[in-house]
């Protein structure tokens, strides 16, 4: 088993701060991966390894491989990372959830050698989860927030187009402190995904 095996330091710590807590072979130790001393793993590995999830260990930290945090995040979120070849070698594409991963939000395709797509799909993964975190400590009361989203609706219904819920204006990036022109990219988006006749029902959970 190699180095390689395991998610790098600083996701694994990104991991912790969104709740990962799964036991672990290996920790870290500043930048180094250690495998805790007196551990009988041969004779009971099940009981040794409890001991080591982040919640056990101070100030150390669980060293997650990459299979075990692509589990969580199924298992735990209900998002599925795909890595799929593109028939050339060190060519791989990554898709999470059925969209593929997109460094620039454009309609680029990203290609990765097999490590780097791993450490690819892991970002986005974290990158999702934080934003849908951020989102449940949105104020929806805020007055701020209440004024852009009444002339989101308002500019849509110029464009006859069906009125959004709040939740998915947030969705596509509106919050109390966005810029005017917040308004226009998302209406943009929806008259444009209208005129091409996109599916308006289509999930847009994984579009940050």
């Known amino acids: 088993m190699t180095q390689k095996e395991f998610v790098p330091r600083e996701l694994a710590l990104k991991l912790k701060e969104l709740g990962f807590d799964e036991p672990c072979l290996f920790v870290y130790r500043m930048e180094s991966l250690y495998l805790p001393k ?10 040794e390894l409890e ?3 982040n919640t056990k260990i101070g100030t150390w930290l669980s060293a997650p491989t990459y299979s075990q945090a692509f589990r969580w995040f199924r298992e735990v979120h209900g998002l599925v990372v795909e890595i799929t070849t593109g028939g050339r070698p060190k060519e791989y594409y990554v898709f999470v959830d ?12 990203k290609s990765f050698s097999y490590d780097d797509a791993q450490e690819a799909a892991l970002e986005r993964l974290i990158k999702i989860v934080e934003k849908k975190t ?20 308002k500019e849509l219904e110029e464009y006859g187009h069906r ?22 990219d998302i209406v943009g988006y929806f008259v444009a995904e209208e005129e091409h006749g996109c ?10």
């Open 38 to 47: 007196g551990c009988d793993f041969l004779n009971n590995l099940k009981e």
């Open 98 to 109: 059925g969209y593929i991963y997109d460094e620039y939000d454009t309609n680029n395709q």
């Open 163 to 184: 009125l959004i819920t709040i939740q998915e204006a947030i969705k596509f990036g509106l919050r109390a402190d966005s810029p005017e022109t917040i308004v226009h």
């Open 134 to 153: 951020a989102i449940q400590h949105i104020d929806l009361d805020n007055p701020e927030l209440l004024r852009l989203y009444g002339k989101l609706n």
């Open 199 to 208: 599916n308006e029902n289509k999930s847009h959970d994984n579009w940050f």
């Open 51 to 53: 001991n080591y999830r």
